[in-house]
């Protein structure tokens, strides 16, 4: 069974059609790339997914179970991580005590008013910082760190509640480029060795060409592509979409994986 | 009929001149975000700089010219605090400037009665608007027509500012999106100065305006700024139109509301105010503000459990505190005891205002709760003392976990002035409710058990709870529960994306607090022997407001440097100098402009105190 699987998935807003019966689907260990030029109902979709909007019409399932319309707090439980297009941590935290927040929402542990909290959890928050190249500033405040160093401290704090599903909102925005390729293929590398299912939008056409495992094109609120990246590029449709702007062709040839 | 019509009209003559201050404080909050409690001190100079004015000139011509110099003054006025205190304080914590505004109150309290003395003040007749008019056979003075009228003309004045001038524009993008102007090329220290002279213009113009309605007096001031406060927060902050709108409803509120209510119309108002917060959390024509991008906020800094030296000094200063009663005599220990209660208030305070990141007004509720819960079971059931020092925090927490429920929905400066219409509502019903309070007479009697009832032996009891209640509430911060809660504050949106229900911490905390501040309170109540109204009366909010600020909200040991050194000025101040008011309010400016992050806060800052970077 997919591990997330979506159908009819419809939102208007007043009388614009943002989203328009989209449906598809992402097994685990699986990257898929949600791709479409401005105004194409991307940041809709995604936040029925995450449980920011309810859609109008339409069905979200997490391993079968339905989570449309729930609110994030509810989705998060359900094992469903994020992470946003302007990195949210906590700044007034060090970037291990960021790590073992979540761990502690994860088992449960918020309602106590008594242990020390940077005594619980700390040694899976080390390792989990570790994974992702971070344990040598686990002590310093996140408010302090650099931008692309923040993104990977977001995708420890994603990965820290054990998700099945993992949603990423632009993850490479505001990255230096050599950044954007390493921090993809660190997530590429994390959800195939932990088998979970991620679904991201992105701009940059290098990193979708480079680490998506299928593409989904969407235009107008509409889906209007889906497959593995090369059948995507050669889509006459989705050619058509994004001519004029150029950014599928300008520098992404040769780099299909 | 008519008499309804009258007061109908009476009601809209009120609602003029509480648009007028309103304006000004909306329109200030709007581009500077500075919550200015001196706005009703200003209120009260318009209205004496007219009296005398209008004294020494004489005449129509005088009496208006007057009303017209004693607006630009009371401006200028405005814009001195604005280039003395205020500029100084911009990168300061949020709600920080709050601070200098009440010392600027202190001051200007004591300098009006230095100058004009404690009488009442009559101001002379509006010339040529001396008597009366007949509407439907009743009687209507002249002047309240000229006020009705006023309102709309000044509304339409500045909706022709804002929206056909040069500075108009730049005040409304500054509202809109303080930063983005600034990043724009705008000169914020200029648009900050000229938004001061303005609002402050108009709340001398106010003030000027009531010297033919009412005695100017020096309790106009708190008055005043409260109810403008309600004024701007139903109509939502920064909106003049709203301020305009909660005006009008206010003042019919208040017309009528003395026909039904007559003891109580201060707490139909703020039932008004309660309601409207909690259908419409942003005011009736306020929209959500703008998150301010930062520009010169400073991160608070990550909270570390004591090291070594913090304990050794801890203890140390526990040890000194226990040594006390054999050096000092009863008033000293009274003095410290009052101190120390104080300190626990203040920890309370600062417990949902750091880490809950929720600012209150109305703390004082819980303290009085706690008071009176003491009080009443001594009252009515003859109670002992360790029943009353156990129903204190409970009847606090409860109060504060039925109030914390819609105080949580609402962030920033509108949940800030919900506690305190609470608070007013807590504090009306014990001032009227005769039969069970006993009313401004208070409950006496409230005294310690045997065993406590020598100075020091209360002291030490005192010591055990307040020193206790601060070591457990710095506990929770340090608990899950206190991480969680910064995490809400820190980043609404990624503690929701990790399973955290944001709302329900804050009110847990808010109860958690508000149950520490009846302890406190409970605690005052025997160490007094009495419990009256005051004790949940605004001032001792804004007491409780001064000491976590003073401190430094950023820090865990802030609180409770800015209750000692707050109670130790206050106490002292009172002992030897008449003029406590001046010389505490120039103190706090002074403290404010030498700690711009609060005592502690700053000094937190100084290499010698920082730590290092592991």
Same mark, same amino acid.
């Given at each position: 069974?997919?591990?997330?699987?979506?159908?009819?998935?419809?939102?208007?807003?007043?009388?614009?059609?943002?989203?328009?019966?989209?449906?598809?689907?992402?097994?685990? !260990?699986?990257?898929?790339?949600?791709?479409?030029?401005?105004?194409?109902?991307?940041?809709?979709?995604? %936040?029925?997914?995450?449980?920011?909007?309810?859609?109008?019409?339409?069905?979200?399932?997490?391993?079968?179970?339905?989570?449309?319309?729930?609110?994030?707090?509810?989705?998060?439980?359900?094992?469903?991580?994020?992470?946003?297009?302007?990195?949210?941590?906590?700044?007034?935290?060090?970037?291990?005590? %960021?790590?073992?927040?979540?761990?502690?929402?994860?088992?449960?542990?918020?309602?106590?008013?008594?242990?020390?909290?940077?005594?619980?959890?700390?040694?899976?928050?080390?390792?989990?910082?570790?994974?992702?190249?971070?344990?040598?500033?686990?002590?310093?405040?996140?408010?302090?760190?650099?931008?692309?160093?923040?993104?990977?401290?977001?995708?420890?704090?994603?990965?820290?509640?054990?998700?099945?599903?993992?949603?990423?909102?632009?993850?490479?925005?505001?990255?230096?480029?050599?950044?954007?390729?390493?921090?993809?293929?660190?997530?590429?590398?994390?959800?195939?060795?932990?088998?979970?299912?991620?679904?991201?939008?992105?701009?940059?056409?290098?990193?979708?060409?480079?680490?998506?495992?299928?593409?989904?094109?969407? %235009?107008?609120?509409?889906?209007?592509?889906? !497959?593995?990246?090369?059948?995507?590029?050669? %889509?006459?449709?989705?050619?058509?979409?994004?001519?004029?702007?150029?950014?599928?062709?300008?520098?992404?040839?040769?780099?299909?994986? | 009929?008519?008499?309804?019509?009258?007061?109908?009209?009476?009601?809209?003559?009120?609602?003029?001149?509480?648009?007028?201050?309103?304006?000004?404080?909306?329109?200030?909050?709007?581009?500077?975000?500075?919550?200015?409690?001196? *706005?009703?001190?200003?209120?009260?100079?318009?209205?004496?700089?007219?009296?005398?004015?209008?004294?020494?000139?004489?005449? #129509?011509?005088?009496?208006?010219?007057?009303?017209?110099?004693?607006?630009?003054?009371?401006?200028?006025?405005?814009?001195?605090?604005?280039?003395?205190?205020?500029?100084?304080?911009?990168?300061?914590?949020?709600?920080?400037?709050?601070?200098?505004?009440?010392?600027?109150?202190?001051?200007?309290?004591?300098?009006?009665?230095?100058?004009?003395?404690?009488?009442?003040?009559?101001?002379?007749?509006? /010339?040529?608007?001396?008597?009366?008019?007949?509407? &439907? =056979?009743?009687?209507?003075?002249?002047?309240?027509?000229?006020?009705?009228?006023?309102?709309?003309?000044?509304?339409?004045?500045?909706?022709?500012?804002?929206?056909?001038?040069?500075?108009?524009?730049?005040?409304?993008?500054?509202?809109?999106?303080? @930063?983005?102007?600034?990043?724009? +090329?705008?000169?914020?220290?200029?648009?900050?100065?000229?938004?001061?002279?303005?609002?402050?213009?108009?709340?001398?113009?106010?003030?000027?305006?009531?010297?033919?309605? @009412?005695?100017?007096?020096?309790?106009?001031?708190?008055?005043?700024?409260?109810?403008?406060?309600?004024?701007?927060?139903?109509?939502?902050?920064?909106?003049? +139109?709203?301020?305009?709108?909660?005006?009008?409803?206010?003042?019919?509120?208040?017309?009528?509301?003395?026909?039904?209510?007559?003891?109580?119309?201060?707490?139909?108002?703020?039932?008004?105010?309660?309601?409207?917060?909690?259908?419409?959390? *942003?005011?009736?024509?306020?929209?959500?503000?703008?998150?301010?991008? +930062?520009?010169?906020?400073?991160?608070?800094?990550?909270?570390?459990?004591?090291?070594?030296?913090?304990?050794?000094? #801890?203890?140390?200063?526990?040890?000194?505190?226990?040594?006390? /009663?054999?050096?000092?005599?009863?008033?000293?220990?009274?003095?410290?005891?009052?101190? $120390?209660?104080?300190?626990?208030?203040?920890?309370?305070?600062?417990?949902? $205002?750091?880490?809950?990141?929720?600012?209150?007004? +109305?703390?004082?509720?819980?303290?009085?709760?706690?008071?009176?819960?003491?009080?009443?079971?001594?009252?009515? &059931?003859?109670?002992?003392?360790?029943?009353?020092?156990?129903?204190?925090?409970?009847?606090?927490?409860?109060?504060?976990?039925?109030?914390?429920?819609?105080?949580?929905?609402?962030?920033?400066?509108?949940?800030?002035?919900?506690?305190?219409?609470?608070?007013?509502?807590?504090?009306?019903?014990?001032?009227?409710?005769?039969?069970?309070? =006993?009313?401004?007479?208070?409950?006496?009697?409230?005294?310690?058990?045997?065993?406590?009832?020598?100075?020091?032996?209360?002291?030490?009891?005192? &010591?055990?709870?307040?020193?206790?209640?601060?070591?457990?509430?710095?506990?929770?911060?340090?608990?899950?529960?206190?991480?969680?809660?910064?995490?809400?504050?820190?980043?609404?949106?990624?503690?929701?994306?990790?399973?955290?229900?944001?709302? *329900?911490?804050?009110?847990?905390?808010?109860?958690?607090?508000?149950?520490?501040?009846?302890?406190?309170?409970?605690?005052?109540?025997?160490?007094?022997?009495?419990?009256? /109204?005051?004790?949940?009366?605004? /001032?001792?909010?804004?007491?409780?407001?001064?000491?976590?600020?003073?401190?430094?909200?950023?820090?865990?040991?802030?609180?409770?440097? =800015?209750?000692?050194?707050?109670?130790?000025?206050?106490? @002292?101040?009172?002992?030897?100098?008449?003029?406590?008011?001046?010389?505490?309010?120039?103190?706090?400016?002074?403290?404010?402009?030498?700690?711009?992050?609060?005592?502690?806060?700053?000094?937190?800052?100084?290499?010698?105190?920082?730590?290092?970077?592991?």
């Amino acid at each position: 069974m997919a591990v997330l699987e979506v159908s009819g998935l419809t939102k208007s807003f007043g009388g614009v059609q943002a989203v328009k019966g989209v449906g598809f689907s992402v097994e685990a !260990g699986e990257l898929l790339a949600l791709v479409g030029p401005n105004g194409a109902g991307k940041t809709t979709c995604f %936040n029925m997914l995450n449980g920011q909007i309810r859609p109008d019409a339409g069905d979200v399932r997490l391993a079968g179970v339905s989570i449309a319309g729930k609110s994030p707090r509810r989705i998060w439980r359900m094992g469903v991580g994020r992470t946003f297009q302007i990195t949210a941590t906590f700044g007034s935290m060090t970037v291990l005590e %960021n790590i073992q927040m979540v761990l502690l929402s994860h088992h449960r542990n918020i309602h106590d008013l008594w242990t020390r909290a940077t005594r619980r959890h700390a040694d899976a928050a080390l390792a989990l910082l570790d994974r992702v190249g971070m344990a040598s500033q686990a002590s310093r405040p996140c408010g302090v760190l650099a931008y692309g160093d923040l993104k990977r401290v977001e995708l420890a704090m994603a990965l820290a509640g054990e998700p099945r599903l993992l949603l990423m909102d632009e993850p490479t925005a505001g990255m230096a480029p050599a950044e954007r390729i390493d921090l993809m293929a660190l997530t590429a590398d994390l959800v195939r060795e932990r088998g979970i299912a991620v679904l991201f939008t992105e701009h940059d056409m290098d990193v979708v060409f480079t680490h998506a495992d299928r593409i989904i094109v969407l %235009n107008r609120g509409e889906l209007i592509a889906e !497959g593995p990246p090369a059948a995507v590029r050669a %889509n006459p449709h989705v050619q058509e979409v994004y001519l004029g702007s150029g950014s599928m062709y300008g520098h992404a040839g040769g780099k299909t994986p | 009929m008519g008499f309804y019509l009258v007061q109908f009209l009476g009601g809209l003559a009120q609602a003029s001149s509480l648009f007028l201050v309103a304006a000004g404080l909306s329109i200030i909050f709007g581009v500077t975000r500075i919550v200015n409690f001196a *706005h009703g001190s200003f209120y009260m100079l318009g209205a004496y700089l007219a009296y005398t004015l209008a004294e020494r000139m004489g005449g #129509a011509v005088g009496f208006w010219s007057a009303i017209a110099l004693a607006a630009v003054a009371t401006g200028v006025v405005g814009v001195v605090m604005e280039l003395l205190v205020l500029r100084r304080l911009y990168r300061g914590p949020e709600l920080f400037q709050l601070l200098a505004t009440f010392g600027v109150v202190l001051i200007v309290q004591d300098v009006a009665l230095l100058i004009w003395g404690p009488e009442d003040l009559l101001g002379p007749r509006a /010339p040529g608007l001396e008597g009366v008019v007949r509407i &439907l =056979g009743r009687p209507f003075p002249k002047y309240e027509l000229l006020l009705i009228a006023l309102g709309p003309i000044v509304l339409g004045l500045l909706w022709l500012l804002f929206h056909r001038t040069r500075w108009g524009t730049l005040v409304r993008a500054a509202t809109q999106d303080r @930063e983005m102007t600034a990043a724009l +090329g705008i000169n914020q220290t200029w648009l900050f100065t000229s938004v001061l002279f303005v609002g402050s213009l108009l709340a001398g113009l106010g003030g000027a305006l009531q010297i033919p309605r @009412e005695a100017v007096n020096l309790h106009m001031d708190i008055n005043i700024v409260v109810e403008a406060f309600v004024v701007v927060v139903v109509g939502g902050m920064g909106s003049v +139109g709203g301020a305009f709108l909660a005006a009008v409803l206010i003042g019919l509120i208040q017309a009528f509301g003395i026909l039904v209510f007559p003891q109580i119309t201060l707490v139909v108002v703020f039932l008004f105010m309660a309601v409207v917060l909690v259908v419409r959390p *942003h005011g009736l024509m306020g929209r959500q503000q703008a998150t301010a991008r +930062g520009a010169g906020h400073v991160p608070e800094a990550p909270i570390h459990a004591s090291g070594m030296m913090g304990r050794v000094a #801890a203890v140390g200063l526990l040890v000194v505190l226990a040594a006390l /009663p054999a050096l000092f005599g009863d008033y000293a220990l009274a003095v410290l005891t009052e101190m $120390m209660i104080l300190a626990l208030f203040a920890a309370s305070l600062h417990f949902i $205002m750091g880490p809950g990141g929720m600012v209150s007004f +109305g703390h004082a509720a819980y303290f009085g709760l706690g008071a009176y819960g003491a009080g009443l079971l001594v009252k009515h &059931l003859s109670g002992g003392m360790v029943a009353g020092l156990v129903s204190a925090p409970l009847f606090a927490g409860l109060g504060a976990l039925l109030f914390g429920w819609f105080c949580v929905r609402l962030s920033g400066v509108y949940l800030a002035m919900l506690t305190l219409a609470f608070a007013q509502i807590v504090w009306s019903i014990a001032f009227q409710w005769y039969a069970v309070t =006993g009313g401004d007479n208070g409950i006496l009697g409230v005294w310690p058990d045997g065993w406590a009832s020598p100075r020091w032996a209360f002291y030490y009891l005192s &010591l055990v709870l307040c020193a206790g209640g601060v070591l457990m509430l710095r506990r929770v911060i340090f608990s899950p529960f206190g991480y969680a809660l910064r995490a809400g504050r820190d980043s609404p949106l990624r503690a929701d994306a990790v399973g955290i229900d944001v709302r *329900h911490l804050q009110w847990l905390a808010f109860t958690v607090a508000g149950a520490f501040a009846g302890l406190a309170g409970g605690l005052y109540a025997y160490s007094k022997g009495s419990v009256f /109204p005051t004790l949940m009366a605004i /001032p001792r909010s804004v007491d409780g407001l001064v000491m976590v600020l003073l401190g430094g909200v950023q820090t865990l040991t802030g609180p409770l440097v =800015g209750a000692a050194v707050f109670h130790a000025l206050n106490t @002292e101040m009172v002992r030897y100098t008449d003029h406590w008011r001046l010389t505490l309010g120039v103190a706090i400016v002074l403290l404010v402009v030498i700690f711009p992050q609060g005592i502690v806060g700053t000094l937190a800052r100084l290499p010698f105190f920082r730590r290092k970077e592991a």
